[in-house]
């Protein structure tokens, strides 16, 4: 069986300081996962993925995530927030390696930047 | 170039109304998805078309009919909608066969029902 829970709904930070939103996943096969992310009223814009390559995944825009089998997690930081950084960010995992695999999104972390 | 194009942006309609919406990919994908997200949510899967066939349909109501007509093309035709189901609806393209499956959203279509 898979899940993700994505451990904060909101977090908020300060223009220039680091950000760090927070997945926790379980998966009954080698996973793939994902973040996504969506500004208010669009659609969603792949940050960068795992596939089973190197454990350190570096995005756009400044994003990386590390997967770290033993804590089962894949959370995402940026060294320094930006203010078009605000948004809604998804964690997904996808077990398998098809397009009839499960896909499972996270319920979302709202990210804030205060000026 | 990973653009996947949705039309219309908007669309408001009755409950007697038939209305389809449009999702278009050209980047040789041979899947294609259809999800719907309410506010304040993630999207939820309601159809997986792999190769033109569906493939996966999420006890999805039938007043949703999702149509493939070639691999950049699909389609969901709405009828006898409800007002709980003004959403987000969301397309998204992947690969598809047995590679490492990334999926490409499109720009959703907002749609109301009065």
């Known amino acids: 069986a898979q899940s993700v829970t994505q451990l904060d709904s909101h977090v908020s930070v300060s223009e220039g300081t680091p950000v760090l939103l927070r997945c926790n996943y379980s998966s009954s096969y080698s996973p793939s996962l994902f973040w996504y992310v969506q500004h208010p009223n669009k659609g969603l814009q792949l940050l960068l993925k795992y596939t089973s390559a190197a454990t350190l995944v570096k995005g756009i825009n400044g994003f990386e995530a590390e997967f770290k089998k033993s804590e089962t997690s894949f959370h995402l930081t940026k060294p320094s927030a930006h203010m078009s950084d605000a948004a809604e960010y998804f964690c997904v995992v996808r077990a398998g390696y098809s397009s009839a695999s499960k896909i499972i999104f996270g319920s979302g972390t709202r990210l804030s930047i205060r000026p | 170039d990973t653009e996947v194009t949705q039309t219309p942006k908007h669309l408001v309609m009755g409950m007697t109304n038939k209305k389809s919406l449009k999702c278009e990919q050209h980047?040789?994908?041979?899947?294609m998805y259809w999800y719907k997200q309410k506010a304040k949510k993630p999207p939820e899967l309601m159809f997986v078309?792999?190769?033109?066939?569906?493939?996966i349909n999420e006890s999805v109501p039938s007043r949703f009919s999702p149509e493939c007509p070639n691999s950049s093309l699909l389609n969901l035709h709405l009828h006898a909608l409800q007002p709980e189901d003004s959403a987000l609806y969301l397309c998204?393209?992947?690969?598809?066969?047995?590679?490492?499956?990334?999926?490409?959203f499109g720009p959703g279509t907002r749609l109301t029902v009065l």
């Open positions: 998204a393209s992947s690969q598809g066969g047995l590679a490492p499956d990334t999926q490409y």
């Open positions: 980047m040789g994908h041979r899947a």
């Open positions: 078309y792999s190769y033109e066939k569906l493939s």
